[in-house]
């Protein structure tokens, strides 16, 4: 079993950046397929940015691509999203996510993962 922690969140102002961070214990997250995911209360829980476990694919939501970027650390057992230029659209509450046997369809459907992170709050605003 494999335990996930978010980290970076924060407030930053319309245009800036933030780095967040899942770090993971347990077990190594380098074969597991590792998500970002979004939701702010009262709505369903929206992909963001995920990460394939092999080869290192990465897929993005049509809101944040060529603005978010994924990427693994595998030496730390963290996930990080970079995101920039950043809208108060953006603003949620960010999740990790993990799984090891999720297919290729199934990516942006929060439901198929079975690791969560508690989530880390990103504001954007002036």
């Known amino acids: 079993q494999v335990q996930l922690a978010e980290s970076g969140g924060g407030l930053v102002q319309p245009g800036g950046s933030l780095r967040l961070s899942c770090a993971a214990s347990g077990r190594s997250l380098s074969t597991y397929t590792v998500a970002w995911f979004r939701r702010a209360p009262g709505k369903e829980r929206e992909f963001v940015a995920a990460?394939?476990?092999?080869?290192?694919?990465?897929y993005f939501a049509d809101s944040v691509k060529g603005r978010f970027t994924i990427s693994r650390d595998n030496a730390k057992n963290t996930v990080y999203l970079q995101m920039n230029n950043l809208k108060p659209e953006d603003t949620d509450v960010y999740y990790c996510?993990?799984?090891?046997?999720?297919?290729?369809?199934?990516?942006?459907?929060?439901?198929?993962?079975?690791?969560w992170g508690q989530g880390t709050q990103v504001t954007v605003a002036s």
């Open positions: 996510a993990a799984d090891r046997a999720i297919i290729l369809s199934s990516l942006r459907l929060h439901a198929q993962y079975d690791y």
């Open positions: 990460i394939w476990k092999s080869g290192g694919y990465t």
